[in-house]
C-alpha cells in the first residue's frame, strides 16, 4: 500500500506545468475546488487529485490554535502543500502539517493564531496527472475585549481595563466502560421534562432516581451562572430536522450586556456561524430569539451543540444521525372527512423518535394526532384523526437527516356537510364562546392567587416598590416600553424602573427601558421591589378602588436602527400625548438640532434625523418625556462601495489579441478588512501561472498575461467586509483566428454541368465576423491542388468547372481580421455522368369514351437529375407492337395525357417512359386493359340472396345476377358484400376486391353476434344499389338438440383417495348450450372445477376424497332440447384388514374359518373377502374362496397328518388389504433328526495396507472453470483419505466438493482460479500402513 507523505507547508504559487503537459481545468463535485488537468486522457485506473472534504474557514479567539482538515483523493497519491495570500508558511513553530493515518485527513495547524494570521489560506494537491486547488479564511476574534469610549485625559487609565477570561472548553474525557456520557447532563439541562425518558434511552442510562436528583442540583448551579450574563433564558428548543433539510434549535435570551459574545461550539469545537445564510452554520436573530441552523447534513454533523455567552453555557443539545433507512416507506393515503389517516414506515435500525410534518408544520401527540412507536422502536406509526379538507397535504417523516413523504388527499362528504345545519352552527358557536368563557376565568384565577399570594408576602414594602410587573404592571415592552403604562398590561417580564408610588400598590410609572437597570422588577412573584431601602407597612389596600391617571406614555418606542456611513438616519417614537416635549440624548449626552441633526416634532410623533451618518454617530440614543424614557441603539455601517468613475470605465468590454495581456482595476472604499475576490467565467481566480492580482484598501487590480480565446466571457469582482458586499462585472474578450469550418459538407447538386456545395460556419469566429473562405480543389488522381480562391463569407459554394464523371476534393479555410483558421477537408465528391431516370407507375385511366381515353401517371423515384418529359406507348390487345402516342420530338411535359387516336370499341393498353438529360429511361409497366366506349351504367340489385350455412364465425351467402336493362342498368361484373353489426352505424366491407362468383363466405365474426348483411353489385359504370335480408343474422350454427357423441361413455368410475379426478363428456348442440352438473341432484361442491367449450364438458377434482363417491349428472339444454348423463363415481382406498381368524372342525375333513368384519365394510359395499391356504406339504399358497360377502367360510379336504395355514384378505375396486393369518391347524408327524457332518473351515484374512490402483493425472483447467480429480485406493480396513493442496489439508474447506464412494476418490473445484495452482496429494491410511499420490494443476488464461 503506498505511503501517505505528510503535507509540506510550502509556497506553491511557482509551481509551473510539467514539459509538454496540457492545462485542462474543470470543476470538482465539492464546491470551490478547482483542478487543473495535466493530460488529455488519465489512464485507467488513475486518476487526477481531488478534495473529498475541503478545509472549512476557522474562525477562534485570539491565541488559539487554528486547525484545518481535509480528506483528498487521487491516484497516484497526490503531494499536498499548502500556503497563505499574504506571507509564508515556513516558520515550523507558527505553522505545522500531519497526516492522521487513522481518520484518512490532512490537517493543517496555525499555533497561537494571532490579527496577523487573518488570511486566505490555499491547500494544493499534486500528482502526475494534474493538481486540484481550494481555500479556506481564517478569521481571529478578540473574544472579551469590549470598545470603550475615550476617557477623560485625568481619568486613571487602570479604571477603564476589565479583566477578561477566554471561554474554553475542557477536553473530552474519554469515556470508561460502564461510565455515563458526561454529555448527557449538558442535554438534560436544556432538555424539557417529557423528553427526559428519550434522552436516557439515547445515552443508555436506566437509573433516571439518580440521574433527577443529581439534575436538579446541577440545574441550580447552571441558573446561577446564568444569571450574570442574561437576564432571562427561556423557549429552549432542541435540535430539530426540518423539511427544507435544515436542522435548527432556538433559545429566547436576553443578555444583561448586547455587546456579549455568543459562542457556537460542536463537541467542544468553536464553530464559525454567519448571520446572512451564506455559510453551513447560521444565526437567525430575531429580537431576543436565536436560531441556530445547520445545511447541507451528513453523517459528519453528528455531535453535542452548545450555545454560550461568555463563559456561561445556555443550551445544549444533542444531534445523532443514526445509519437508518426507510425498509417500508409512507404511502399515499385517501380519505373523506372525519375519517381517520394512517400512516406507517418501518426502519432499518431502531430510532427512539423520529419528526413528523405536515406540509411545514410539526405534527405531535395530540387529540386528533396519534403518534405510535414499537417496542423495538423500528415501526413508526402517525394517526391523524377526524379529518378535515384543510387537512390534505404533504406528510413527511423525517429519520435521522433522511425524509419519505407521502401525500394525503381528504374528500369532502356530503352527508357530513349537509348534517352541519344552522343548529350545528349555533352549536360551534356555544362551543367556542364556553371556551372564551372557560379560558377568561382561568386567567381571572391565576390574577387572583396571584394577588392574593402578594397579599401575604408584601407586608412592607420599599419606596421604589412599583410591583414590578408580576401583576402586569410596569411597561413590559422589553426594548422601548411601548408596551406598558402602567396601567397593569404589562406581560408579566418584570421590567418596571422602580421609580413607583411606593404604596405598594403597583402603580409604578412604567418608564422603564427594559434592560432591568432602572428597577429590578423581575420577580415572578410580582413584588417588583426597586432599590428602595426602608420599608414600611401597607396601610391601604392591595389594589386601589379607583383608577389612577397613568400619564404620558409610549404609544411606540424607539427601536434599534441599522445605517450605512454617509446615508441618512431617523429614529421615531410616538407618545400618548400630543402637547407634551421631551429631550434627545445620546449615549447620556443630550443633543439638539445642529449641522446634521435635525430634531423633528409633529404632534405626538418625535424624529432625530441624521442627514449623513459617521462611525461617530454610533451609540445609544435615548428620548425622554415626562419621566419616561425609550432608548435604542443606532448602528453606523461601511459596507464597500465602488467610485462611480472607476466602476464606469471598469464595465466597458476589454478587447485583446491572443497572447496580449489584459488588465482590470476597480477602485473601492469600505471599513477595512475587506476581502476581495476576482471571477472568471463564475470560477474564482487564484494568482498562479498567467494570473497575478494586486489590492490594497483602496483599489484592486487583476492581470492575465497570454490571453488565449478561451479567455472569452465575464470577469466578475467581490468585495466583502463585516458590513456587506457589493459586486461588479465586465466583460473580456480575446480576439483570435476563427477555428476550422464545421463538417458535414451538404452536396446540393452533383449533376454533369456543376458541383454545389454548403458547410456549416466555424463554431468560433475568433471574435470577429468572417469575412472570406479559401477554398482549393484536388482532382482524384492528381496530387497537385489548385486555387479557386476567396468567396464571401457565405458557407456555400457552386463549381461548375468540372469534368463529367471526375471526383474532387476540397479544401476551406475561414478567415476574419485576425487571420485564417486551418483547413477542413471534403470527402470525394463525384460529379455527375450518364443517368437514366427510372420506370414510372404504370399508367391510370381517369376516364374512357369512344373517341377519347384520359391516362395519369406518377414520376418515378429516381429522376437521375431532374426529368424533362415523358413518352406514351399504346398497343391493342392481343398485339405485340408498341406505338408511340406523342410526336417522338415532342415529349410530354405534364403527368397527364389524353389519347384521341383510338378505334371505337378497341381494347388498349398504355406504357409511359421518363426523359432526362441523359435521355429515355425504362419504360412502365402496361396499364389495366380499358375499352374504347363510353361509360356503362351502374348495375341494379342483386336477386334471391339467401343464406346459405352459418357456423359461430362465419356466415354463407349466395345470390343471383341482376338483370341488365339498356340504356338503364347494365350487366355486373363483380359483387361486393358488407355486413354491420346491429350495435354499430358503421359497414364494413367483407372482400377488398369484387367477387365474380355469386356466392361468398365472411368469416371472423364474432360468436353469437347478430349482423346486417347486404350485397353490392357492381361493374365498371360503378357500383349499384345494396340488396339485404329484412332481419338480422346470428353468427352460429342452424339449431341443433344436444347429443352425445362418445358412444363409449363409462357409467362408473373407481378413484383411489388422493388422485385426481377428470370426467369429459363429448356433445354436440347449437346455439350452445347451458351446461349444469349435479351431485346426487345437488350442486356440485365449490371445490369441484367444471370447463365448458362449445364441444364438451369437464368435471374435474384435484384431490378426491370418500365423500367425493356419488352419482354425477350433467344436464346440457338449448332452446332446442336437452339431454342428460349419468356417470358413478367411487372414491375409495385400499381397504383395512378383516380382524381375528377363528378355526372350527364342525365336519372331519372340513375347517369352517370365521372372522371379524373389515372396518371399511360399512362405508364400501363392493366390499368382499379372499382366503388363502397353505400345507404343510406343498408349502405354496393358494385361492381356496373369493368375492365372498359373509364372514364365513368353510375349506373341505383337510388331510390329517398335515399343519394347514390360513389368511384371509378384504378387497375392493382398488385393491386388497393386509392379510390376517390364522393359528396353524392340524399336526405333523415327527421325524427323526440326520447329522451331517462337514469339514472344518479355515478362516481367510483379507487385511491389507492402502494401495493406489489407479493413481491422480495432472491436470491443466481454464481459468474460471470446474476441475475435478479422482483415483482409486484399495485397503482392508478400509482406508481413511486426505486431500492435501501445498501440503495444506482440504477436508474441511467448503470450497472443494469431496468423496469416497467405494474405493474411488474424488474432489471437484467449482471455479479454477489462480489461488488453486500447485501440487495436490492424497493421502490413504489404515493401521496396517500409509500410501501417497501426487499430481499438479495448472492454470490457464
Not at 426502519?347 to 412507536?373: H, N
Not at 456587506?724 to 465586465?730: S, V, Y
Not at 418529359?869 to 411535359?893: F, H, M, Q
Not at 408349502?1179 to 375349506?1195: A, E, M, Q, S, Y
Request: overall charge neutral; charged content about 30%; glycine content about 10%.
Amino acid at each position: 500500500m503506498p505511503k501517505h507523505s505528510d503535507p509540506t507547508p510550502a509556497a506553491p504559487d511557482e509551481e509551473t506545468l510539467p514539459p509538454g503537459s496540457v492545462e485542462i481545468k474543470r470543476r470538482s463535485r465539492v464546491p470551490g475546488v478547482m483542478i487543473t488537468q495535466y493530460v488529455e486522457l488519465v489512464p485507467r485506473g488513475c486518476s487526477t487529485p481531488d478534495f473529498i472534504r475541503k478545509p472549512f474557514s476557522v474562525t477562534i479567539p485570539g491565541g488559539k490554535t487554528a486547525i484545518f482538515r481535509a480528506i483528498i483523493s487521487g491516484d497516484p497519491i497526490p503531494t499536498v502543500t499548502w500556503g497563505r495570500t499574504k506571507g509564508d508558511t515556513v516558520d515550523p513553530e507558527k505553522y505545522r502539517a500531519r497526516y492522521d493515518e487513522r481518520n484518512r485527513e490532512y490537517i493543517f495547524e496555525v499555533v497561537a493564531a494571532g490579527a496577523d494570521h487573518i488570511d486566505t489560506y490555499k491547500f494544493f494537491a499534486t500528482n502526475v496527472y494534474g493538481k486540484a486547488v481550494c481555500t479556506s479564511n481564517l478569521n481571529v476574534t478578540e473574544v472579551g475585549i469590549k470598545k470603550q469610549q475615550a476617557a477623560p485625559p485625568n481619568e486613571d487609565f487602570r479604571k477603564m481595563l476589565k479583566k477578561t477570561t477566554m471561554p474554553k472548553k475542557k477536553p473530552k474525557k474519554v469515556q470508561k466502560e460502564g461510565e455515563i456520557d458526561p454529555a448527557i447532563w449538558d442535554v438534560l439541562l436544556s432538555a424539557q421534562k417529557k423528553d427526559y425518558e428519550r434522552i436516557c434511552f439515547e445515552f443508555g442510562v436506566t437509573d433516571f432516581r439518580f440521574i433527577l436528583k443529581k439534575l436538579n442540583l446541577m440545574k441550580k448551579e447552571r441558573e446561577k451562572e446564568q444569571a450574570k450574563v442574561v437576564e432571562k433564558v427561556s423557549d429552549l428548543k432542541q435540535i430539530e430536522v426540518r423539511r427544507d433539510g435544515r436542522a435548527e434549535f432556538e433559545v429566547d435570551m436576553q443578555l444583561k450586556d448586547p455587546n456579549s459574545q455568543v459562542l457556537l461550539y460542536k463537541d467542544g469545537v468553536m464553530l464559525d456561524y454567519s448571520t446572512n445564510g451564506d455559510n453551513k452554520y447560521n444565526l437567525d436573530q430575531r429580537g431576543t430569539k436565536y436560531c441556530f441552523s445547520i445545511k447541507d447534513l451528513g453523517a459528519g454533523d453528528a455531535g453535542l451543540y452548545q450555545v454560550d455567552v461568555d463563559e456561561a453555557n445556555i443550551l445544549s443539545t444533542n444531534f445523532q444521525v443514526p445509519d437508518v433507512e426507510f425498509d417500508t416507506t409512507l404511502k399515499d393515503c385517501k380519505a373523506k372527512e372525519g375519517e381517520d389517516a394512517t400512516f406507517e414506515c418501518v426502519l432499518s435500525v431502531p430510532v427512539g423518535k423520529i419528526m413528523w410534518y405536515k406540509d411545514d408544520v410539526v405534527l405531535e401527540e395530540g387529540e386528533r394526532c396519534e403518534i405510535v412507536v414499537s417496542e423495538d422502536k423500528k415501526s413508526h406509526k402517525l394517526v391523524m384523526k377526524d379529518l378535515d379538507v384543510a387537512d390534505q397535504g404533504t406528510i413527511t417523516a423525517i429519520a435521522g437527516i433522511v425524509p419519505c413523504k407521502a401525500s394525503l388527499e381528504v374528500a369532502e362528504d356530503p352527508n357530513r356537510r349537509k348534517g352541519k345545519g344552522s343548529g350545528d352552527d349555533d352549536d360551534e358557536a356555544a362551543r367556542l364562546a364556553a371556551e372564551k368563557a372557560r379560558r377568561q376565568k382561568e386567567k381571572d384565577d391565576l390574577e387572583a392567587k396571584r394577588r392574593a399570594q402578594a397579599e401575604r408576602d408584601a407586608t412592607e414594602v420599599g419606596d421604589g416598590s412599583g410591583l414590578g410587573d408580576g401583576s402586569g404592571l410596569g411597561d413590559g415592552s422589553g426594548g422601548d416600553g411601548s408596551g406598558g403604562d402602567g396601567s397593569g398590561l404589562g406581560d408579566g417580564s418584570g421590567l418596571g424602573d422602580g421609580s413607583g408610588l411606593g404604596d405598594g400598590s403597583g402603580l409604578g410609572d412604567g418608564s422603564g427601558d427594559g434592560s432591568g437597570k432602572d428597577g429590578d422588577g423581575s420577580g415572578g412573584d410580582g413584588d417588583g421591589s426597586g432599590d428602595g431601602k426602608k420599608k414600611r407597612s401597607r396601610t391601604g389596600p392591595l389594589v386601589p378602588e379607583s383608577v389612577i391617571d397613568p400619564g404620558v406614555h409610549f404609544a411606540s418606542g424607539l427601536l434599534d436602527t441599522t445605517a450605512n456611513k454617509g446615508d441618512s438616519a431617523e429614529l421615531c417614537c410616538v407618545l400618548s400625548s400630543e402637547s407634551c416635549e421631551g429631550a434627545w440624548y445620546k449615549d447620556g449626552k443630550k443633543l439638539k438640532s445642529t449641522d446634521g441633526i435635525t430634531i423633528v416634532k409633529d404632534g405626538a410623533t418625535h424624529k432625530l434625523i441624521i442627514d449623513s451618518c459617521s462611525e461617530d454617530d454610533s451609540g445609544r440614543y435615548r428620548f425622554e418625556a415626562d419621566g419616561r424614557k425609550s432608548e435604542a441603539m443606532l448602528t453606523i455601517q461601511d459596507p464597500p462601495k465602488i467610485d462611480a468613475d472607476s466602476l464606469k470605465n471598469f464595465r466597458e468590454p476589454v478587447i485583446v489579441r491572443a497572447g496580449e495581456n489584459a488588465s482590470f482595476k476597480l477602485e473601492f472604499k469600505g471599513k477595512e478588512p475587506m476581502k476581495v475576490q476576482w471571477f472568471k467565467q463564475d470560477e474564482e481566480v487564484l494568482p498562479g501561472h498567467h494570473v497575478r492580482t494586486d489590492s490594497s484598501d483602496s483599489h484592486s487590480s487583476l492581470l492575465l498575461s497570454k490571453c488565449q480565446r478561451r479567455d472569452t466571457g465575464e470577469i466578475k469582482i467581490k468585495i466583502k467586509n463585516e458590513h456587506g458586499t457589493i459586486e461588479a462585472d465586465t466583460k473580456l474578450i480575446v480576439l483570435d483566428k476563427p477555428t476550422p469550418p464545421q463538417p458535414p459538407v451538404e452536396v446540393v447538386e452533383s449533376s454533369l454541368n456543376a458541383i454545389e456545395m454548403k458547410w456549416r460556419p466555424p463554431k468560433d469566429d475568433g471574435g470577429c465576423p468572417i469575412t472570406n473562405y479559401i477554398m482549393e480543389r484536388q482532382q482524384l488522381g492528381r496530387n497537385t491542388w489548385v486555387k479557386i480562391g476567396e468567396i464571401p463569407g457565405q458557407p456555400s459554394y457552386r463549381d461548375t468547372d468540372i469534368d463529367r464523371g471526375r471526383k474532387y476534393t476540397y479544401r476551406i479555410r475561414a478567415k476574419n481580421a485576425e487571420g485564417i483558421s486551418d483547413m477542413m477537408v471534403t470527402d470525394d465528391i463525384a460529379a455527375g455522368s450518364l443517368c437514366f431516370p427510372g420506370a414510372p407507375a404504370p399508367p391510370k385511366v381517369a376516364s374512357a369514351f369512344k373517341d377519347c381515353i384520359n391516362l395519369t401517371w406518377v414520376a418515378p423515384a429516381n429522376t437521375g437529375g431532374g426529368i424533362l418529359g415523358y413518352n406514351l406507348e399504346k398497343r391493342k390487345r392481343g398485339s405485340n407492337l408498341w406505338t408511340l402516342v406523342n410526336p417522338a420530338d415532342e415529349p410530354i411535359k405534364e403527368k397527364k395525357y389524353a389519347v384521341k387516336d383510338v378505334i371505337e370499341g378497341a381494347e388498349y393498353e398504355f406504357r409511359v417512359t421518363a426523359i432526362n438529360v441523359s435521355g429515355l429511361g425504362e419504360p412502365s409497366a402496361p396499364s389495366e386493359l380499358v375499352f374504347a366506349r363510353d361509360p356503362k351504367k351502374r348495375p341494379g340489385k342483386v336477386t334471391d340472396l339467401k343464406l346459405t350455412g352459418s357456423s359461430y364465425n362465419s356466415l354463407s351467402l349466395s345470390w343471383a345476377k341482376p338483370k341488365a336493362v339498356d340504356g338503364v342498368e347494365d350487366e355486373a361484373k363483380g359483387y361486393y358484400v358488407e355486413i354491420r353489426p346491429i350495435d354499430c352505424m358503421d359497414w364494413s366491407r367483407c372482400n377488398s376486391t369484387a367477387a365474380i362468383q355469386t356466392s361468398y363466405t365472411a368469416v371472423g365474426l364474432k360468436s353469437m353476434a347478430m349482423y346486417w348483411v347486404r350485397v353490392i353489385a357492381t361493374n365498371d359504370g360503378g357500383e349499384g344499389e345494396p340488396q339485404g335480408f329484412d332481419n338480422y343474422i346470428i353468427a352460429m350454427p342452424p339449431p341443433v338438440k344436444p347429443r352425445f357423441t362418445d358412444r363409449n361413455m363409462k357409467t362408473f368410475l373407481v378413484v383411489r383417495s388422493g388422485n385426481t379426478v377428470r370426467v369429459h363428456i363429448n356433445f354436440e348442440a347449437s346455439p350452445m348450450p347451458d351446461i349444469t352438473w349435479l351431485k346426487d341432484n345437488m350442486a356440485v361442491a365449490h371445490r369441484v372445477t367444471i370447463t365448458n367449450t362449445h364441444k364438451g364438458s369437464q368435471l374435474l377434482i384435484p384431490t378426491a376424497e370418500r365423500k367425493d363417491t356419488g352419482i354425477y349428472t350433467i344436464i346440457v339444454k338449448n332452446m332446442v332440447g336437452q339431454e342428460t348423463f349419468n356417470v358413478e363415481i367411487r372414491v375409495t382406498d385400499d381397504p383395512k384388514p378383516p380382524g381375528p381368524i377363528e378355526l372350527d372342525e364342525n365336519v372331519k375333513g372340513t375347517v369352517t374359518l370365521s372372522w371379524l368384519p373389515s372396518p371399511d365394510e360399512k362405508r364400501d359395499d363392493r366390499l368382499h373377502y379372499m382366503v388363502m391356504k397353505r400345507d404343510s406339504v406343498k408349502r405354496t399358497w393358494r385361492i381356496v374362496g373369493d368375492r365372498l360377502f359373509n364372514n364365513k367360510f368353510t375349506v373341505a379336504n383337510i388331510m390329517p397328518g398335515r399343519e394347514y395355514n390360513f389368511r384371509v384378505f378384504s378387497k375392493n375396486d382398488v385393491g386388497m388389504s393386509q392379510p390376517v393369518l390364522a393359528p396353524t391347524w392340524g399336526t405333523i408327524s415327527k421325524r427323526e433328526k440326520s447329522t451331517l457332518n462337514f469339514p472344518e473351515s479355515k478362516p481367510l484374512d483379507l487385511e491389507c495396507a492402502p494401495k493406489f490402483l489407479l493413481p491422480l493425472k495432472f491436470h491443466s483447467a481454464p481459468q474460471g472453470y470446474e476441475c475435478y480429480m479422482s483415483c482409486a485406493v484399495k485397503g482392508n480396513p478400509r482406508p481413511h483419505v486426505t486431500w492435501y493442496h501445498n501440503n495444506v489439508s482440504l477436508n474441511t474447506d467448503t470450497n472443494y466438493f469431496i468423496s469416497n464412494t467405494c474405493g474411488v476418490c474424488s474432489m471437484l473445484i467449482l471455479r479454477v482460479g489462480p489461488k488453486n495452482i500447485g501440487e495436490y496429494k492424497v493421502v490413504a491410511d489404515n493401521p496396517l500402513g500409509v500410501a501417497e499420490c501426487a499430481t499438479q494443476l495448472t492454470v490457464r488464461e
